[in-house]
């Protein structure tokens, strides 16, 4: 983001590298959050510029073409300003030791504070749970970014699946502010005041343990306590219930503040707390911690990739005393599908002597009746058992955490559930499982409103997915064009953008497929993994190169066929992906039977067979083997 301060119509003579020499953007929203002044856009910028140039009266007076009279009342009132910023004694800054003021207190840039200049800001931060923030790195500099004062961003929001670490990053965030405001460094952002909230209900301790919050801040009431706990003011308290709100904005917006409110979609009155935090004044920057998506400058996290992942193993092990060699890191890493929670309580779990197993842990929260954990591991977990054919009983898994958030009235996890369901009867393709899939989804698009956007345009590709699968090309097409609207109406930012609308793309490729419009499947393939390698969704990229070899054998083009099918089943092969594994073996056995080796075609067919029917893709695993018994 250029600097704020290239637009200022500073007089031409003056001396433009005092913008290099000083934080001038920092120094001017202190002075506006302190004093509740308007500084940027008035005479006062001017006259503190000409002062940090080093100029005389006349001179400024001149440059600007106002009297001497005039500059010299303006002067004496930003001499003052400084006092009340920098805590200076009264009447003791003038012209002449201006710049040696500000330059103690940190706002020339690169000069060294003393330590005497040290001060405790006050917060309320929860003290980490780790030794060090593994990964991230990306996010982390956004997220900065971000809180800086020169950014016009207000309110950041942060989301992802549960266990992901969104938590964790805007903690570590929020102790580098905390630790570049009490040194008075610019290393980070700096606060007058950093409030952590968290309407989160239990959490993973270092003991390994589920812990059950009592005292989380579950409404806007709450929140409010919290920030009069943390900026020790009583008044918030005591103030009517009504004027809470009147008297807390009053107060924060005397300082620069850090408000940060954790597990946004567990508050009770969330719309009541998100018209209160849009409210407040520009001075404060406030972070969002949610599973679902909120349009306000979001920042997505992921899985950690393997580097970040495995290292959180290494550290998690070390801390925990237990050895865990590099093949079994790679298997914990696989199996968790790099999501820091998961490791975290795997490690433990590894730690006290359990085996490193995963069904069992699900399986002990089920008996205590934890639905809270099931429901959040599986969140985790669904997609990497899907695509790496871990344990045959998910469909009853889902079914039940599916009965547990409807007896709750839980209907934006509800919702989620029955997608991820949906997508497991759906690729089964039997007559059985597509009957149900059509009838959960129909009930659950009735109940869609309960879900982000980004959930109801998952629901409307499932429902797509599914009339692709029944063959009723028409329809999919119209739930394509629902899935499109849904994804523009979510106004993402252009890498998620680009995440929820490659799908809508696959499908209508995938259609033409079916059609037999080769040429255009083939241009619109291609769309997919241009869009893919914009953002490094591996999966998508390979699984678009299997299609493409699939046209190729089609158009009788062999030799990109049999290059696009090597590269593809490598890249399958070493991401241990079963299910495109499978659909690799399929299309390795036509191109076989058509240019190669019968026998390779057969032994190709009986592995797609075998991995069809791991995956319960019952209808793949029929028609291979009628392409097996053909002449």
Not at 277 to 296: D, F, G
Not at 360 to 366: E, S
Not at 405 to 423: A, L, Q
Not at 513 to 542: C, P, T
Request: aromatic residues 8%; glycine residues 4%.
């Amino acid at each position: 983001m250029p600097n704020q301060s290239e637009g200022w119509n500073l007089p031409k003579s003056w001396n433009r590298r005092i913008l290099q020499d000083w934080e001038i953007d920092r120094l001017l929203t202190n002075l506006e959050v302190t004093l509740q002044k308007r500084y940027r856009q008035s005479t006062r910028k001017d006259l503190l510029l000409g002062l940090l140039c080093g100029y005389s009266l006349k001179k400024i007076g001149q440059d600007l073409h106002k009297e001497n009279g005039v500059v010299r009342a303006g002067l004496t009132n930003i001499y003052r300003d400084i006092e009340a910023l920098t805590g200076e004694a009264n009447k003791s800054v003038k012209s002449s030791n201006l710049a040696y003021v500000l330059e103690k207190h940190g706002y020339r840039r690169g000069s060294v504070v003393s330590a005497i200049q040290r001060r405790d800001i006050p917060h309320n931060l929860p003290a980490p749970t780790y030794t060090q923030f593994i990964g991230r790195e990306a996010d982390m500099k956004k997220l900065l970014e971000r809180l800086s004062s020169v950014h016009g961003a207000h309110m950041i929001t942060v989301h992802g699946i549960g266990g992901v670490g969104k938590t964790a990053l805007v903690l570590a965030a929020a102790y580098l502010c905390l630790k570049a405001s009490n040194e008075n460094s610019s290393e980070a952002p700096k606060f007058d005041a950093i409030i952590f909230t968290s309407a989160k209900q239990q959490e993973l301790i270092p003991t390994n343990s589920i812990l059950w919050r009592q005292q989380g801040q579950r409404n806007l009431r709450d929140i409010f306590r919290e920030i009069a706990n943390a900026l020790n003011d009583p008044t918030i308290l005591q103030s009517p219930p009504n004027d809470q709100f009147d008297r807390v904005r009053q107060i924060l917006s005397k300082r620069r503040t850090l408000l940060i409110v954790d597990n946004m979609e567990t508050i009770e009155d969330r719309d009541e707390v998100i018209e209160f935090l849009y409210n407040l004044p520009i001075c404060i920057k406030v972070i969002i911690t949610s599973r679902e998506q909120i349009a306000l400058l979001p920042i997505r996290l992921r899985n950690l990739p393997p580097d970040d992942g495995l290292q959180l193993i290494r550290q998690q092990a070390e801390e925990k005393g237990i050895s865990i060699n590099d093949e079994d890191s790679k298997q914990l890493y696989d199996r968790t599908g790099g999501i820091p929670l998961a490791i975290v309580y795997s490690i433990g779990q590894l730690s006290s002597g359990y085996s490193l197993n995963l069904r069992a842990v699900l399986y002990w929260c089920k008996d205590q009746d934890r639905y809270e954990a099931v429901r959040d591991l599986w969140m985790l977990l669904i997609h990497y058992a899907n695509v790496y054919a871990y344990w045959d009983d998910r469909l009853d898994w889902l079914q039940w955490l599916i009965e547990q958030s409807e007896r709750r009235g839980e209907w934006s996890s509800f919702v989620k559930i029955i997608v991820r369901k949906s997508w497991l009867l759906i690729r089964e393709c039997s007559s059985v499982s597509l009957k149900e899939a059509d009838k959960i989804l129909r009930r659950t698009w009735i109940l869609r409103d309960h879900a982000d956007l980004c959930v109801q345009a998952d629901l409307a590709e499932s429902m797509a997915r599914l009339q692709i699968r029944q063959k009723d090309y028409q329809d999919a097409r119209h739930w394509l064009t629902v899935e499109e609207k849904l994804v523009i109406e979510a106004n993402l930012e252009e890498r998620q953008h680009i995440r929820y609308f490659i799908p809508v793309l696959y499908h209508r490729a995938e259609i033409l497929y079916l059609e037999g419009e080769y040429s255009l499947a083939k241009k619109l393939f291609q769309d997919v993994m241009q869009s893919a390698e914009k953002i490094s969704w591996h999966r998508v990229i390979n699984s678009a190169r299997n299609w493409l070899a699939d046209i190729a054998i089609e158009q009788g083009d062999r030799n990109e066929a049999e290059k696009l099918l090597i590269q593809g089943f490598t890249v399958a092969e070493m991401t241990h992906n079963k299910r495109r594994l499978a659909r690799y073996q399929r299309s390795l056995a036509r191109w076989e039977k058509k240019w190669g080796s019968a026998e390779k075609a057969y032994q190709l067919s009986i592995k797609a067979i075998d991995g069809f029917k791991l995956l319960g893709m019952t209808r793949d695993a029929q028609e291979m083997q009628i392409f097996l018994d053909s002449p």
